[in-house]
């Protein structure tokens, strides 16, 4: 039922785009739409609304669901209405899903929350409709190139890698590292980067061992990966893909450790999970509808780690050493305090060129590192294929 | 044994264990799709069998709380839509091609919209048999930890291939699938036949689907299948229909999925979208040759005559 009135909304939502090209010809069909729409326009007025697009399944125990979650909690508030839809694809489809939204549902700002969406999706869209805030969930905008509706949003997950890191260099006994990465973009890569250091800075031998599997959601080859590192010795494992289920439960299912992302893990490897990085959207999405309220201006670029409350450890595992723990909540107390640099020079890179010299460092919010190509020293992969 | 000589021998594990692994569901959806071929219709649905035997399978596993009756659920969910299949099919006019097709959509739209609430909880899993125990490798004792359902599978090839060969009923489904003409002569139901070997073939691809939830990778999720029924499907004129070849052919598609991130764990990380890509350009190669007229050889009449 919910599916039919779906494709109903979508196709509103194409007639309304045509209606919109023809709006010089036809002046009494556009009198009858422009009463239809502010009617919407006055019932959505008493209430923030907010619609949230995801790539994938709400409920994926990943990127999805940590988006939801963050939807869920600020959908409680009585003067947020907040509305989403899952599964939609990269493609033209977003592009209605966002229209719909905007025309039926009244929003006034729309997260477009994958990667993919950004480009050419809303900046095409978004020229269309200047009072609504596109908010996308990503490292793509600039100020010089886009419109002034558009904004991105992004938590320093890395931080929280970062103390994963720390946790899973205190816990391997093989000094092996296990990553298991879908493609190869700045986002993957620098919490591949700061998931290395960080376990480097305990023990400087350990290696990280990275696999592309190519693709956001690919559970076989994601649990290939999974055993093929597990049988090279690797003896704490953890990912960058939409779903981190499929590799913590091969990792539990093998008997070694692991380390979870986007969203809380911990039930699905009772034995073996260390922590993990997750997001805390929850936080960001109610500052958003609170400016909008107050009819503040929302700012175009938000970031922040586990200082602005946009990130958070889930919580250690039995295995997890009381060493381990104490390192970890100190280098987590700094990263609060907002004092912590992870890249700091002298860094090089894993084919021995230095990438960072001596005295120079970048801070967490440098446009720089969003840019960022490389692995560092002690990854084991490539960037290019 | 030196560190290069390990790395190797770790791939090889790994092709190994992959051939085994994801090999099974090539295995079953292919053996089913052999079935059905034979009878003389082609049955691109299989794909949303896989999807809706992997989802109902799961579903019933964590409801009952029995891995085998989610198995049994699964093949049971593909026999549905074979019937569906088949009754579809032999309305006069309608193109199975186009009602596989149909069915695949209707199946994966299915599976995802009924599988919303199948995919955090924690379903039972099939037991392995741990034919490793004598090799003190880990990695090669993992990579022989084996699903009694691959076992199934390698028994019901040869049980197959006799089956066509030498019994009554596979000379039946022989007969259909050459030339209905013939088939009507000799007093069979054409109908029946090819409905029986589709609801028949549409079983194994369900159970096939309950492998990959029940057991490897395990779990529900939507990006479970991935096309591996559509792949298995071109597997079977690959195989020119014989459930022997079959079983190879799918140890190799496996293996050949195993390659791209076993490579890369022991650091050959070049072209690693290439390895990634290794069944389907395996799956290309194989369509190229298998269009040649000479490997038609063993195409069942009736779909040779269109």
Known sequence: MKNTKLDMQQDYAIDQSRRGTLKGLAGLGLGALAGGLGIGNAVAASKVTMGFLYVGPRDDYGYNQAHFEGKSAIAKQSWIKAVDQENVPETIAVQKAMESMINLDGAQVIFPTSFGYFDPHILKIAPKYPDVMFLHCGGLYDANKHPKNVGSYFGYIDEAVYISGIVAGHTSKTGKLGYIAAIPIPQVLRNINNFTMAARSVNPKITVQVVFTGGWSNPVKEAESANSLIDQGVDVLTCHVDSPKVVVETAEKRGVFSCGYHADQSKLAPKGFLTGAEWNWSKIYLDYATMIAKKQKIPNLIRGGFKEGLVKSSPYGKVVSAKAKAHADKVRAQFMKGDFVVYQGPIKDNTGREVIPKGKSYGQTDYWLETMDWLVEGVVGKTKG | ?306
């Open chain 2, 1 to 306: 044994m030196s560190g290069e000589e390990s790395q190797w021998l770790t791939v090889l594990i790994a092709v190994l264990g992959g051939a085994i692994r994801v090999g099974t569901p090539f295995l079953f959806v292919s053996l089913g799709e052999c079935l059905t071929e034979k009878s003389g219709r082609i049955n691109l649905g299989l794909e949303g069998n896989l999807i809706m035997g992997a989802m109902a399978g799961y579903g019933v596993a964590w409801i009952t709380g029995s891995a085998w009756l989610g198995v049994l659920a699964a093949g049971a969910t593909g026999v549905v839509l074979g019937f569906v299949h088949a009754l579809l099919c032999q309305q006069p006019r309608v193109n199975d091609i186009a009602v596989g097709i149909a069915l695949m959509i209707l199946g994966t739209g299915l599976a995802f919209f009924i599988g919303k609430p199948l995919i955090q909880p924690t379903a039972p899993h099939l037991p392995a048999l741990h034919l490793g125990a004598w090799s003190d490798n880990p990695a090669l004792r993992a990579a022989l930890e084996i699903n009694a359902l691959f076992i199934v599978g390698v028994l019901l090839a040869p049980a197959m291939a006799w089956f066509f060969k030498s019994s009554r009923w596979g000379l039946a489904i022989r007969t259909v699938g050459e030339s209905d003409d013939a088939a009507r002569a000799m007093g069979l139901n054409v109908n029946g036949v090819r409905m029986l070997a589709t609801m028949a073939g549409g079983f194994l691809a369900g159970v096939g689907g309950a492998f990959l939830s029940l057991y490897y990778p395990g779990g529900w999720s939507e990006g479970l299948s991935s096309g591996q029924g559509l792949m298995a499907v071109a597997l079977v004129i690959f195989a020119r229909w014989d459930p022997m070849r079959c079983l190879y052919a799918s140890l190799l598609f496996g293996g050949a999925g195993a390659l791209g991130p076993s490579l890369q764990a022991v650091g050959v990380t070049s072209g690693y979208y290439l390895f990634n890509a290794a069944p389907y350009v395996l799956t290309l190669i194989l369509m190229i040759a298998a269009s040649s007229t000479k490997v038609r050889s063993g195409m069942p009449g009736s779909l040779a005559a269109r």
